[in-house]
C-alpha cells in the first residue's frame, strides 16, 4: 500500500500533515507507523479501568495531542470530546466517549500494523 | 586592534534552538522546522533546559518551551530564567495545548514573548519565531553597539583632558621660561596644591570636603596662578634687585591680567577648572589680614583654593633660586613663613601646611 493511500485510509490529511513535519516525508511516516506502540493509549486504559477521571483528562489529552501531530483526525476529535466532558464534570458523558476514542485507536492501529503495511 | 580580531564575532553568535518538551514527536516536529536555520538543542523537561541554558545562555537564540512536563514543568523553568535574567537576552515561546486565558496571562506575566498553540503548523511557529529573534538579535547588537561608542566616547573625553592639561602647562611653563625659571616651578605648586588639599580634607576642615575630581581640577587650576605674568614687561619681570614702587604696582596687575586672558577662553563659563583658575589668578596674592592684593580681601573671603595656592607659592618661591634671591631651606622658609615676613596666612591652614610637613618631608611632595 502506498503511504498516501494509507493515510487516505486513516482519513489522514496527507497535505497538511506533511507541512506539519516540513515536507519530511520520511519522518512524517517513521512517526505514523511507530504509533500502535506508543504507550498513551495503554495509561488511558488503565485511568479508566481504575475509574481515575484525572488520569483518565491526562492521558485523553496527551492521546489527542499526539493523534493531532499525525493527523489522525477522527482520534483526535473523540479524544477531545472526552477531555471536555470530563473537565466540564459531565461524569455520564465519559463511558461513552471513552468508548469512541477506543474504537477510533483500534481501527487505526490495525490499519497500521496489517501485512499491507509492512 | 588586536582586540577587536580576536573576540567573538558577533553575528552568528546565537547559532543553537533549544526546544523543550517530553513528547518526543513534538521536539522532531519542531526540529524539523528549524533544522535548516539553527543548530537543534533538546530537553525533555524543564531541568535538562536549565542546564543547556546554564551551558550554552550566549548561543540559545530562543527556546521553544511546552508547559506539562515532568520533572520541571514549563511555568516552573520560566520562573527559574526570570530570576536570573535570562529572559531579557533569550526570548521563549510557550508551546501549549491548553491556550485558556488564565495560562496564557501567567505565561506572558512570567516573560515568554509569545503564545502558540499545539498542534503547530511550521510555517507560521517559523515566522512568529523568527521575527522576534531578529528583534532581539537586532536590540543586542544595538546594544553592543552603544557599549562600545560609550567606551570610544570615554577615551576621548581622557585623551581632550589630557590634551587640555598639556596646553595649560606648555603655556604656563612658557611663562615661566621668560622669568628664566625651568618651568618645573608650576609643576611643583599642582602638586603642593595637591598635598594641600587632600591634607585639609583628611582633617575635616570646615569647607574642604573636596571631591577627588575637584582637587584635580583645582591642582591644574594652580598651574595658572601666574598665567597674567604674560602681560608684564621682560624688565620688570627679570630685574635682578628689587622693584621700584612704580615697577612693583605693574607686576601687581599680572593678577587681573591673568583673569582678563582666562576670560578670553570660550569654556570659560562651563568649565569648573577655568572658575577656579580664575580665582587663583586673581587672589593669590590677597592675605589673611587684607593687606595683600589687588583686592585686599580678608580671612574667609578669599577662597580657600586661592589661599591654598598663595600658601604654596610662597613656599616655593622661598625654597627655590630666583633672579632676585638665593634658596631658603626647608627650616628658614617655615620659620618665614610662620613668622609672619612673607604676609599673614589663615592660621588653620599654617596648621595643616606644619602637618603636612610632619607626615611628609618637603622634597617627597613634588
Known amino acids: 500500500m502506498e503511504f498516501q493511500e ?33 504507550g498513551t493509549f495503554a495509561k488511558l486504559q488503565a485511568a479508566q479501568a481504575a475509574g481515575d477521571l484525572t488520569g483518565m483528562e491526562t492521558g485523553a489529552h496527551t492521546l489527542k495531542g499526539v493523534s493531532a501531530n499525525l493527523g489522525l483526525s477522527r482520534l483526535q476529535t473523540a479524544c ?13 458523558a465519559v463511558p461513552g466517549l471513552y468508548a469512541q476514542v477506543e474504537q477510533a485507536y483500534r481501527a487505526a492501529v490495525e490499519l497500521l500494523q496489517s501485512e499491507e503495511v509492512r | ?26 521536539r522532531a516536529i519542531l526540529s524539523e522546522a528549524f533544522r535548516g536555520d539553527y543548530q537543534i538543542l533538546e530537553a525533555e523537561n524543564g531541568l535538562e533546559a536549565l542546564s543547556l541554558i546554564n551551558q550554552y545562555a550566549h548561543r540559545i537564540a530562543a527556546v521553544l518551551l511546552d508547559v506539562v512536563m515532568p520533572e520541571m514543568d514549563g511555568f516552573q523553568l520560566l520562573e527559574e530564567l526570570k530570576g536570573r535574567d535570562l529572559l531579557e537576552q533569550i526570548p521563549v515561546f510557550l508551546i501549549t495545548a491548553d491556550c485558556s486565558e488564565e495560562k496564557m496571562h501567567r505565561g506572558y ?90 591634607q585639609l580634607r583628611e582633617e575635616g576642615q570646615v569647607g ?18 601666574d598665567v597674567g605674568k604674560i602681560a608684564i614687561p621682560d624688565q620688570i619681570l627679570n630685574k635682578p634687585g628689587r622693584l621700584t614702587a612704580e615697577e612693583f604696582e605693574l607686576m601687581k596687575t599680572h593678577t587681573i591680567k591673568g583673569c582678563e586672558l582666562l576670560e578670553q577662553i570660550p569654556q570659560y563659563r562651563t568649565n569648573p577648572l577655568y572658575l577656579y583658575a580664575h ?88
Request: one cysteine or more.
Open chain 1, 6 to 38: 494509507l493515510c487516505g485510509r486513516l482519513s489522514v490529511d496527507y497535505a497538511a500533515t506533511l507541512a506539519r513535519f516540513s515536507g519530511n516525508e520520511g519522518l512524517f511516516r517513521r512517526f505514523l507507523l511507530r504509533f500502535p506502540s506508543d
Open chain 2, 208 to 225: 574642604c570636603a573636596f571631591s577627588d575630581e575637584v582637587i584635580d581640577q583645582i591642582a591644574a587650576a594652580a598651574i595658572l596662578h
Open chain 2, 1 to 26: 586592534m588586536e582586540e577587536c580580531r580576536t573576540s567573538p564575532a558577533p553575528f552568528g553568535a546565537r547559532d543553537l534552538l533549544l526546544i523543550v518538551d517530553d513528547m518526543e514527536l513534538n
Open chain 2, 109 to 198: 506575566e512570567l516573560g515568554v514573548m509569545d503564545i502558540i498553540g499545539k498542534p503547530v503548523v511550521p510555517y507560521f511557529v517559523r515566522r512568529r519565531v523568527s521575527s522576534v529573534v531578529e528583534l532581539f538579535q537586532t536590540r543586542e547588537r544595538l546594544g553592543r553597539t552603544v557599549d562600545l561608542q560609550d567606551q570610544q566616547l570615554a577615551r576621548q573625553a581622557l585623551e581632550i583632558q589630557e590634551l587640555n592639561r598639556s596646553i595649560i602647562e606648555s603655556l604656563a611653563t612658557a611663562i615661566e621660561f621668560r622669568s628664566g625659571e625651568s618651568g618645573s616651578h608650576v609643576r611643583r605648586i599642582s602638586a603642593l596644591t595637591d598635598q594641600l588639599l587632600r
Open chain 2, 279 to 366: 580665582d587663583i589668578c586673581r587672589h593669590h596674592h590677597e592675605r589673611w589680614d587684607g593687606r595683600g592684593y589687588p583686592d585686599g580681601l580678608k580671612g574667609e573671603d578669599i577662597p580657600i583654593w586661592a589661599q591654598v595656592v598663595a600658601l604654596a607659592d610662597v613656599y616655593d618661591a622661598l625654597t627655590n633660586e630666583r633672579c632676585y634671591k638665593p634658596p631658603f631651606s626647608h627650616q628658614e622658609a617655615m620659620e618665614m613663613i610662620l613668622g609672619g615676613q612673607c604676609g599673614v596666612f589663615n592660621p588653620v591652614l599654617l596648621d595643616t601646611f606644619r602637618r603636612l610637613f610632619d607626615s611628609a618631608p618637603p622634597n617627597d611632595l613634588c
Open chain 1, 80 to 92: 477531545d470530546q472526552l477531555v471536555q466532558a470530563i473537565r466540564r464534570g459531565d461524569e455520564a
